[in-house]
């Protein structure tokens, strides 16, 4: 793996018997996270493998990575989840993707694959067989959760829903109003991205990144791009990374002042949603004028971005983002007064912050529970090690609390948009990168998009082609937060505590 | 909140400024749309059901922002409604995800007959970015019979909009 530390990244191969102690150590440093784990084939060795664990250490500004080879003749390894509850969905994905079995992991049901392969499909595999998979006879059935007990029914949602939003299901063990259990059950957009990234040039794999999730289409291409920029050892030239972040910061707001519009239209406070939602379009207009894409699809690309704030679109955009703040405020004032949405969110959806730390959260949804995260200043990249801010943190733990989190983020968005102009230097905003293929190997790139970390670990082969990207999105970590959030809330709150995180359903399905 | 309901009075719709800038045509199709509804459904909107096949969530930014104060759809007649069972039309968006493919033909049942179906954007079309994966089913046009395509990605407001009226027309 490309590691020193100007990279900010680390890693070490360790005989697999050695595995499971050294993310023990690991996980044991200050605020240390699991921020993914990941499985890959052996390129040498057919039928072998190789797992890897991937630490936050925001103590040292580093990722650091432990891996250990596989053997064709044992497909397994010690499972972390015990000792690591964040480890959790990894594994199964691992298991699930690449028959390989985490000994000692307490679930042993897949997460993301449906009934309708048969067993024993693992796509990520080599000798996976889609033509086979297709033919075969589907699995049993997925066993949910049962919770038994006089009184105690289930209600089942989705994968359907009622709004415009993404399919899952949603399994509920209820006693009367109040939620005993809520099991998640997604997957259901699952599109096979990261194989399907295989045997790409990085160019066309940019693509794919671009869509895992669609509001977020930025940040995970950016998050690709520097894997890219690591591999081949370039760095895009300085006005690129200010207007990367630039880029970066309006994709947070117009989904901050969204995720704010949700909330209100789950409590009926139409007026509110209304106010918000104009403002959303703003910024979805300006990105439209400033960058060619509403969703701002194709600006980012190895060596730099392609749009260029050229002339006088800067103080034009500044003084749109003067405007828009002072909206925002105005309208944030009428939140905070109006007591019909205020005792709906307040104490509401608690995830305590124990919860949040053990299963490995991130984004608002940590930052509201007092868990201090963040990649732009734990592992600052683009401008941002130029750019203080201030790390937005709440205590409660509540849907107001990710509410308050993402307000406060909208005003350090504005002010770090209106800093990078500031100091933004004349020259190219793109370079090329050098010569040649990227070199062979293996490198992360990261991104603090507006739900948090997005990772993608990439692996390119000797012809600069991909051979394994590995995408952990942030709402792949925090979906299981969602699970502890509306326990013992009544069923009428789930869409509201649902939206407050407002988790992206491809994002991780893939 | 009187202050800015009181502002707003003065400055009246919001969507006009904002699509007198950028897409005149919107105003135009929309009156379309809604002199065709008052017509053909007796005073009644027209009722879309979006269906979400596997899409990135891109699609359905675009068209929830439908319903935002600035393009304000319903203004024409064009209701999203909860149920597939209440639905005139199916706007469908994504490549169909072999997970999802189950679940689209049975909310395409559910709906009452002639409902009309709109597939959403490139991925609905021909699988997008995401043809020839293991995962994805196809186009939706491969699991369900399609009457109106929209290209982009995602497809613009103003397209869903047309899409809308020529869903209309099949009534």
């Known amino acids: ?510 | 909140m009187f202050d800015i309901i009181r502002r707003n009075l003065k400055t009246g719709q919001v969507t006009v400024p904002v699509t007198a800038g950028g897409d005149p045509e919107f105003e135009l199709v929309g009156a379309e749309l809604k002199a065709k509804l008052s017509r053909l459904l007796n005073g009644r909107s027209l009722h879309v059901r979006e269906v979400d096949a596997g899409s990135c969530n891109g699609c359905e930014l675009e068209i929830t922002g439908l319903s935002t104060p600035v393009y304000d759809i319903e203004r024409f007649g064009i209701h999203f409604v909860a149920s597939p069972r209440h639905a005139d039309v199916l706007l469908v968006t994504g490549p169909v995800a072999r997970q999802m493919e189950l679940a689209l033909r049975k909310t395409y049942e559910a709906a009452p007959e002639p409902r009309i179906v709109i597939a959403s954007g490139d991925c609905a079309l021909d699988c997008g970015v995401f043809a020839g994966s293991y995962a994805v089913y196809g186009p939706v046009e491969s699991v369900i019979p399609v009457d109106i395509r929209i290209k982009g990605c995602p497809p613009p407001p103003m397209s869903i909009l047309r899409a809308l009226l020529a869903a209309v027309d099949r009534l």
């Open chain 1, 1 to 510: 793996m490309a590691d020193d530390r100007s990279t900010g990244t680390e890693s070490v191969t360790v005989p697999l018997d050695r595995l499971a102690s050294t993310c023990r150590a690991l996980s044991r440093q200050p605020r240390a996270r699991l921020a993914c784990a990941a499985a890959e084939n052996d390129p040498r060795c057919p039928g072998a493998f190789a797992v890897h664990y991937v630490f936050s250490l925001p103590e040292r500004s580093l990722y650091s990575s432990v891996g250990a080879p596989i053997p064709a003749s044992a497909p397994s390894f010690a499972s972390l989840t015990p000792l690591l509850p964040a480890a959790n969905l990894h594994e199964r994905e691992i298991r699930e993707f690449f028959g390989l079995t985490p000994v000692g992991h307490p679930d042993p049901r897949p997460n993301l694959l449906h009934e309708l392969w048969p067993e024993g499909t693992h796509p990520l595999r080599r000798d996976f067989d889609p033509a086979a998979a297709r033919s075969g006879q589907p699995a049993p059935d997925y066993p949910f959760q049962r919770v038994q007990g006089e009184g105690v029914f289930e209600i089942p949602v989705g994968p359907v829903h009622a709004g415009i939003i993404e399919p899952g299901h949603f399994r509920f063990s209820v006693a009367g109003e109040p939620i005993i259990n809520l099991e998640i059950r997604l997957g259901f957009v699952h599109k096979g991205i990261e194989k399907l990234a295989e045997g790409r040039t990085p160019a066309e794999a940019l693509s794919l990144a671009e869509r895992v999730s669609g509001d977020a289409s930025f940040s995970h291409g950016l998050a690709f791009c520097q894997a890219v920029e690591r591999l081949a050892g370039a760095e895009p030239p300085p006005r690129a990374l200010l207007l990367r972040v630039v880029f970066a910061e309006l994709e947070r707001l117009y989904n901050h002042l969204g995720d704010i519009a949700g909330i209100a239209t789950d409590v009926g406070f139409a007026f509110g949603a209304a106010q918000m939602l104009i403002l959303r379009e703003r910024v979805l207009q300006r990105n439209r004028e400033l960058a060619g894409h509403r969703l701002l699809r194709g600006i980012v690309v190895p060596g730099g971005v392609t749009a260029d704030l050229a002339g006088s679109s800067a103080e034009s955009l500044r003084s749109f983002l003067a405007s828009l703040l002072a909206d925002f405020i105005e309208v944030e004032r009428i939140y905070l007064e109006a007591d019909s949405l205020m005792d709906r969110v307040e104490g509401t959806g608690v995830v305590p912050r124990k919860v949040a730390e053990d299963l490995g959260a991130v984004g608002p949804a940590a930052r509201a529970c007092g868990v201090d995260e963040d990649l732009r200043q734990d592992h600052p990249y683009a401008a941002y090690a130029e750019l203080p801010f201030q790390v937005q943190l709440q205590e409660d733990g509540d849907v107001a609390a990710r509410m308050a989190v993402k307000a406060a983020e909208l005003r350090e968005s504005v002010s770090l948009i209106s800093r990078a102009l500031d100091r933004l230097p004349e020259g190219p905003c793109r370079s090329g990168l050098p010569d040649g293929n990227p070199a062979a190997g293996t490198a992360l790139g990261w991104a603090e998009s507006s739900r948090g970390e997005v990772l993608h670990r990439l692996t390119l082969d000797s012809q600069g082609r991909v051979a394994r990207l590995k995408i952990k999105s942030p709402s792949f970590s925090n979906w299981p937060l969602l699970s502890w959030a509306v326990r013992g809330e009544i069923v009428p709150d789930f869409p509201l505590i649902n939206k407050s995180f407002n988790l992206s359903y491809s994002g991780n399905d893939r």
